[in-house]
């Protein structure tokens, strides 16, 4: 569509009229995307440190994508869980050579990822824990919207209206170690955890609170899960944000594993493989078009080595936040790993940062009004980065004249 055809039709009122009300959306219609880059119905371009939430690992329309879904469209589109599906196999096979040995199931995204995992969770305990079935997941952490994985979400703005959730969850204080061992009891089954918390802010977990999960789960046979819907498929520098930390038994990924393609995955170490037929399924996951997308993705971050791409680009990153946070002192605390990045803002203004950045041409997020977030693709390049300090810095100081700001 042109500019001029698109602009024919006011797609705010029609939105508000057709679609529900679920999205607080920022005023911009985004119609193409390319790289590092997006355009908004006006053809203003944008360089985006969102990604789609974390999803555009390989930035927008990255060929390689492009060209497997283009064949992949022209041979099969979709065919039942009831075949064998080579594309399948092989993006199992590829995750299985990432994880060193784990196994696949595949679903439509994050939430139904996580939940393939407690069910397989709650089947380990029932059938090696005396029937155990709780799972204790993190406050502040975030695993989805459906009804299980909103039980698990530890925060309360998140499922107050939702009420009765299912039972079978319970939150500690993340980072705590004596929390979850105090909150074990002879119903537990798995500990859910992830690396680095995402929608609660970019925290990353402590080396000891990790190792410390490992080893308790292996005393008590409890399971580990690894939610890495955020946090995986490279961003974080290595394929699987535990591979900083220590092996999980579970591991779910979503978001960026397909290079935009929407996919879930669930996978398991041999101990907790213990699915037979009939336990779990789906109709659309391990779709030949999500598989397709999904293999172009990792062979591309493993050919184009974005894998160091992601860490190094990281550091560079960093160093630029932690210059800006000394010059603008309504932001500090600088964290992240990789490509997963935040920053602490004062006075609640994370919102108005978002938006002004928005008009001067760079795509940030806040989680909450005190944290501003940037997860941009692996393909990131120090010149991207250069120009995305310019903006943000002018930025700043256009917040820092603000009567909020001084306050
Ligand atoms: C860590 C984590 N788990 C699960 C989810 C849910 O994924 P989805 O929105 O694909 O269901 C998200 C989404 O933000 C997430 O960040």
Redesign the pocket.
């Known amino acids: 569509m042109t500019t001029t055809e698109l602009n024919q039709r006011d797609w705010v009122s029609l939105e508000q009229k057709y679609y529900q009300g679920t999205f607080k959306r920022h005023p911009i219609t985004l119609v193409r995307g390319e790289g590092t880059r997006v355009w908004d119905s006006e053809g203003k371009s944008y360089l985006d440190f969102v990604a789609g939430?974390a999803v555009n690992v390989l930035g927008h329309c990255h060929p390689a994508v492009v060209e497997a879904v283009q064949q992949q469209v022209t041979q099969l589109v979709h065919v039942s869980n009831l075949y064998y599906n080579v594309r399948q196999i092989e993006l199992a096979e590829l995750l299985g050579i990432q994880s060193d040995g784990m196994r696949s199931f595949f679903s439509n995204?994050?939430?139904?990822a996580?939940e393939g995992a407690f069910k397989l969770a709650r089947k380990y305990g029932r059938l090696h824990r005396n029937g155990a079935y709780e799972i204790i997941s993190m406050e502040n952490s975030?695993?989805?919207?459906t009804m299980a994985?909103t039980a698990a979400t530890g925060q309360p703005a998140y499922q107050a209206t939702w009420a009765p959730l299912p039972d079978g969850f319970k939150q500690v204080p993340f980072n705590d170690l004596e929390a979850v061992k105090k909150a074990t009891s002879d119903k537990t089954a798995a500990i859910l955890v992830?690396a680095v918390q995402?929608?609660g802010g970019i925290w990353p977990a402590s080396q000891e609170f990790m190792q410390g999960l490992r080893d308790w789960c292996d005393e008590q046979n409890l399971v580990l899960i690894c939610?890495e819907?955020?946090?995986g498929s490279g961003r974080t520098g290595k394929f699987f944000s535990w591979q900083h930390y220590v092996r999980p038994d579970i591991v779910?990924l979503?978001?960026g594993l397909a290079g935009g393609v929407p996919i879930?995955a669930m996978l398991t170490d041999p101990r907790t493989d213990i699915f037979v037929p009939g336990d779990h399924g789906t109709t659309f996951g391990g779709n030949p078009i999500a598989c397709a997308a999904g293999i172009a993705t990792i062979k591309t971050i493993t050919e184009q080595n974005l894998l160091d791409n992601a860490t190094q680009m990281g550091e560079y990153w960093k160093e630029k936040l932690e210059q800006l946070c000394a010059k603008y002192p309504f932001i500090d605390s600088p964290r992240g790993i990789g490509l997963m990045r935040a920053v602490n803002v004062k006075h609640g203004l994370g919102p108005v940062i978002v938006q002004k950045a928005m008009e001067h041409g760079l795509l940030l997020n806040s989680t909450n009004p005190q944290t501003l977030r940037m997860i941009p693709p692996l393909i990131l390049t120090t010149a991207d980065i250069d120009e995305a300090t310019q903006i943000l810095d002018a930025t700043l100081a256009e917040v820092a004249n603000l009567p909020a700001a001084q306050a």
Do not use: C
């Not at 995204?109 to 139904?112: I, K, N, V």
């Open positions: 939430i995204s994050g939430a139904e996580n975030f695993h989805g919207r994985t992830e995402g929608e939610d819907v955020q946090a779910t979503a978001k879930g």
